[in-house]
């Protein structure tokens, strides 16, 4: 069975950190690359950032790139996203997801949630103004 749990949500005070972990299991650990999903209310769902295994290259949005980190650890089958200097804009539902397609160094296509094969259920991230 695949399975990817998310766990370290929270609320959390504007400038504040939270670091959000999902561990994969079953087919999911064998992805090529996983990354990071965020809905809030009423819009739609946007890439937080990536992490690709074979080499460990990253992508984030420009909205989080310079206050989040994505990171991974093989042997735990895990990611992790670490979020410093929050905003009350970062307020959503985090969803980690797991992608069996290899992009082929084309990084930015990690941004596409349709690439995605498995999607965990999700921990809400509230950050407080």
């Known amino acids: 069975q695949v399975q990817l749990v998310e766990s370290g949500g929270g609320l959390v005070q504007t400038g504040g950190s939270l670091t959000l972990s999902c561990a994969a299991s079953?087919?999911?650990?064998?992805?090529?690359?996983m990354g990071w999903f965020r809905q809030a209310p009423g819009k739609e769902r946007e890439f937080v950032a990536g992490i690709v295994w074979s080499d460990w290259g990253t992508y984030y949005s420009d909205s989080v790139k310079g206050r989040f980190t994505i990171s991974g650890d093989n042997a735990k089958n895990t990611v992790y996203l670490h979020m410093n200097s929050l905003k009350p804009e970062d307020t959503a539902v985090y969803f980690c997801?797991?992608?069996?397609?290899?992009?082929?160094?084309?990084?930015?296509?990690?941004?596409?949630?349709?690439?995605?094969?498995?999607w965990g259920q999700g921990t809400q991230v509230t950050v407080s103004s």
């Open positions: 079953g087919r999911a650990f064998s992805s090529y690359a």
């Open positions: 997801a797991a992608t069996l397609t290899n992009t082929g160094g084309a990084q930015y296509l990690l941004r596409l949630g349709y690439l995605y094969d498995y």
